[in-house]
């Protein structure tokens, strides 16, 4: 008989990991918005989110300019909420 693989001796975490919640973030766009620019920039989305990965915020950025704009922001939310 073969021995597993390294994969399958990985799946109970591999399932776990893809089963964890999507981090909450329903500041509005406001709040995270911090210097008043009209977009929210990575810096405030890390410091209104400290848990927050560069993936969630890129998920925010929806045409991929480096900003969140209030539309996008929006979506985010709304794609988030329960």
């Known amino acids: 008989m073969r021995r597993p693989t390294k994969l399958f001796r990985c799946l109970p975490l591999l399932a776990m990991l893809a089963c964890a919640q999507h981090p909450v973030h329903h500041a509005t766009f406001d709040a995270v918005d911090q210097d008043d620019s009209g977009t ?3 810096r405030e989305f890390k410091e209104t989110y400290p848990e927050a990965s560069p993936k969630s915020y890129l998920e925010a950025d929806k045409n991929k300019d480096g900003d969140v704009a209030p539309g996008e922001w929006e979506a985010y939310i709304q794609r988030l909420a329960p």
Do not use: M, N, T, Y
């Open 40 to 42: 929210i920039e990575w």
